[in-house]
């Protein structure tokens, strides 16, 4: 079993920046990779950036690629979202998910099996 507890969140002004944070405790061995998901009110649940812990490989979505980055702390146990340039439309509730295996890259949110509560992320005009 692994536990994720995220941090960071909050409401912040267009342009503007946050980083949340992904603590990992329990089987981290276990997972190979770790990722942010993020959803909106009223809309699904988009991946927002994936990391594989075992190269660092890293998936953007478009819409986040040149301001957002995904890392990892050298024990690989806290994972981390810098957000830059901040945009209203970045407002969601983000989640962190922890992942074993997958078929091909990059893994979706069906090949995640642990999830945190999630932070909420508020951008405003």
């Known amino acids: 079993q692994v536990l994720l507890v995220e941090s960071g969140g909050g409401s912040v002004q267009a342009g503007g920046s946050l980083r949340l944070s992904c603590a990992a405790s329990?089987?981290?061995?276990?997972?190979?990779?770790m990722g942010w998901f993020r959803q909106a009110p009223g809309k699904e649940r988009e991946r927002v950036a994936i990391?594989?812990?075992?190269?660092?490989?890293?998936y953007y979505t478009d819409s986040v690629k040149g301001r957002f980055t995904v890392s990892q702390d050298n024990s690989k146990t806290t994972l981390y979202l810098q957000m830059n340039s901040l945009k209203p439309e970045d407002t969601a509730m983000y989640s962190c998910?922890?992942?074993?295996?997958?078929?091909?890259?990059?893994?979706?949110?069906?090949?995640?099996?642990?999830w945190g509560q999630g932070t909420q992320v508020t951008v405003s005009s």
């Open positions: 998910a922890a992942g074993r295996w997958y078929i091909s890259w990059p893994p979706t949110d069906k090949n995640f099996v642990y």
């Open positions: 329990g089987d981290t061995a276990s997972t190979t990779y």
């Open positions: 990391l594989r812990t075992l190269d660092a490989r890293t």
